[in-house]
């Protein structure tokens, strides 16, 4: 439909100027001429209109969003889902206009519309996925909603269709690793015993492939080890678990004799982090009511109010542990096992915020972890039973710490005595 004769010739004209014009243009001059020539021709503008308000909502210059982020992806929506829906770019247009729309809706804490935005992308994943045959795509980030909101059953039967989709084509894509992650959790999370561990073992095996075939890291497969260990530490198959642990000390070994085969780009650092938040999921209680992050999912695939709660909580942990420090030191009986545990959540926070905004993230938590080691052998000695089990436990976690760092002899010294703690040691 052509509504020329309802807008100004005038304002037709600058706005084609603007866009025809040598030079650049800013987002608001771009989304201003297309919001008059949209009157003009529907089909040609809106999605071009959707797209260019989705960049004005976000000011790329000072890395921060446009003071009306959110009215302005909203309109975006409108705008998408204006088009015809004959038109073959609505879907993709829509679907991007409800992406960063939901992300801004989340960081204000609009969470159930948050959440519904999702839904309309999932649906319009299913639609495509009929008619391409590819994965739905859509599933991983209605899992991290429904996961946030503790509805874990429904979290797990998403991922568990994803992972169904994308586990025949194997790792290649590199998703396939961190999609495993994210069901194992939501699993575990739904109290799917069983499938957690069948999954996770199947998460061990195709890490071990890629590292005997040099498709990935070492380390990525030792985390996987050690993670599965703890698992069924949880499901009380200690002998299992033990035997892991004993291959888990076997390449480990081989890391501080000769390192990693070849070099990799960083990414072990942030699957160490998101299996560290996971295995340390039992300790961190967060406050009922309040929405957790899902713990095998890393930070990218959080919503922005959960992420800021989780990180911001760390000023408050450290107020708690160090006023906590003084009262167990003078009645470890009540104190200490309670200082430990949180010490551990504080350790774990830091250690995920800062892997994910620096490559010298090792120095900013090296103290924490050898604080936390410290603490912990307090504990051994004051209860020797359950104390030298959680010193094992922290030690372990500072060996993957090093590993992390590539601090590789270090982190099997450490390893070494959690197994003893432990009755493993060879």
């Not at 999702?118 to 299913?126: F, T, V």
Request: negative net charge; charged residues 25%; contains cysteine.
């Amino acid at each position: 439909m052509n509504h020329a004769g309802k807008v100004d010739q005038d304002d037709i004209m600058r706005a084609r100027n603007v866009l025809l014009a040598s030079g650049r243009r800013t987002a608001r001059e771009e989304v201003d001429a297309y919001r008059i020539l949209v009157q003009v021709s529907p089909a040609s503008y809106l999605p071009l209109l959707a797209r260019a308000l989705q960049r004005l909502s976000y000011d790329t210059s000072r890395g921060r969003p446009h003071p009306d982020s959110l009215a302005l992806c909203q309109e975006a929506v409108a705008a998408a889902r204006s088009m015809d829906t004959g038109e073959t770019a609505r879907a993709d247009v829509l679907y991007e206009a409800l992406d960063q729309c939901q992300r801004e809706l989340y960081a204000v804490g609009r969470r159930a519309e948050g959440l519904a935005m999702r839904a309309e992308m999932l649906a319009i994943g299913r639609a495509q996925a009929e008619l391409s045959g590819a994965p739905v795509a859509g599933l991983s980030k209605w899992a991290a909603g429904l996961s946030e909101e503790g509805r874990y059953a429904e979290a797990a039967d998403a991922l568990t269709e994803l992972v169904a989709a994308i586990l025949p084509h194997g790792p290649a894509s590199g998703s396939l690793a961190w999609s495993l992650l994210e069901w194992i959790a939501a699993l575990h999370d739904a109290g799917r015993s069983g499938e957690a561990l069948a999954a996770f073992e199947t998460l061990v095996s195709m890490e071990a492939a890629e590292a005997v075939n040099d498709h990935g890291s070492m380390a990525c497969h030792l985390y996987s080890l050690i993670g599965y260990a703890h698992m069924l530490d949880t499901y009380g198959r200690q002998e299992q678990a033990a035997l892991v642990r004993q291959e888990a000390l076997a390449l480990l070994t081989e890391l501080a004799d000769t390192g990693e085969r070849q070099s990799w780009s960083g990414y072990q650092t942030s699957f160490w982090a998101v299996l560290l938040t996971f295995s340390n999921a039992e300790t961190d209680r967060p406050e009922r009511g309040i929405p957790r992050p899902p713990s095998g999912a890393t930070p990218m695939q959080w919503s922005p109010d959960a992420k800021r709660r989780y990180f911001d909580s760390r000023h408050v942990l450290r107020d708690e542990v160090d006023n906590l420090a003084a009262r167990a030191t003078e009645d470890p009986d009540q104190y200490l096992a309670e200082l430990v545990r949180l010490h551990r959540v504080l350790t774990v926070r830091s250690a995920v915020y800062w892997e994910h905004r620096t490559h010298l993230f090792a120095e900013r938590v090296r103290s924490l972890f050898d604080d936390g080691v410290s603490l912990a052998r307090r504990l051994s000695q004051h209860d020797p039973v359950d104390g030298t089990r959680t010193l094992a436990r922290v030690l372990i976690d500072r060996s993957t710490f090093h590993t992390a760092a590539r601090e590789f002899r270090p982190a099997l010294d450490d390893f070494r005595q959690a197994l003893g703690y432990l009755g493993e040691a060879n």
